[in-house]
Every structure is written in structure tokens, then in C-alpha cells.
């Protein structure tokens, strides 16, 4: 599966901002998605998961403020970015796997090439 992320931008502290993957070439629906992140000089991190039934999952760090959602019928999934923080200005990454362990990024086996998101304080 081809994934294409966007909406991402600059925005300042306590804003918001909506991320979108669309993807192509097989049905989203066969595929766990997920969220990465990965800010200058540091490792790539988990963000947000929804499983294949729907099911969501979010690091520590977004809880109550980030949302994930699928739409199948869109072949396309959003993370909503409220409450936007300095701390969260990174690429953001939507990848697709098909394994059941969702916050691992080496488990996912698409990516999308990723969406520059900066807040300013």
C-alpha cells in the first residue's frame, strides 16, 4: 500500500491542526494504522494507532489532546491535533502494518513520506 500524508504546517501553541493519510494501491481496510513522529535530532516516536476494528491507542505524551479516526470508505486516516505544544514540532509519519503490536515502528511495513508540523511558542 502507497501511503500519502498532508496537513501538516506552522501553527502557534494551543492551536490545532488535522493530518491526513490517503492511501492507494490496496484497501485500507486490511491494514492497522498508525502515527509517528520524528523531531531534529531525536528518534522516531509513537504517536496514535487504530487498529484494524477500530480500536485506539496513544502515547503518553498526546493522551487528551491528539484523536485518531479511520475512514475505509475514504481509504484515508486523520490525526487531529489539538492543544498543539512546542514539544510536539516533528515530521509526522502515517505507516500501515499488518502486525498486532501497533506502537513499534520497525512492525509497520509502509510509510508514508511524512508532513513537517511546527508550533511556535
Known amino acids: 500500500v502507497q501511503l500519502q500524508a498532508s496537513g501538516g504546517g506552522l501553527v502557534q501553541a494551543g492551536g490545532s491542526l488535522r493530518l491526513a493519510c490517503a492511501a492507494s494501491?490496496?484497501?485500507?481496510?486490511?491494514?492497522?494504522m498508525g502515527w509517528f513522529r520524528q523531531a531534529p535530532g531525536k528518534e522516531r516516536e509513537f504517536v496514535a494507532a487504530?487498529?484494524?476494528?477500530?480500536?485506539?491507542y496513544y502515547a503518553d505524551s498526546v493522551k487528551g489532546r491528539f484523536a485518531i479516526s479511520r475512514d475505509n470508505a475514504k481509504n484515508t486516516v486523520y490525526l487531529e491535533m489539538n492543544s498543539l505544544k512546542p514539544e510536539d514540532t516533528a515530521v509526522y509519519y502515517c505507516a500501515a502494518s499488518t502486525n498486532v503490536v501497533l506502537t513499534t515502528s520497525r512492525l509497520y511495513s509502509s510509510w508514508g513520506q511524512g508532513t513537517q508540523v511546527t508550533v511556535s511558542s
Open positions: 494501491g490496496r484497501t485500507l481496510r486490511s491494514y492497522h
Open positions: 487504530v487498529s484494524r476494528s477500530f480500536s485506539t
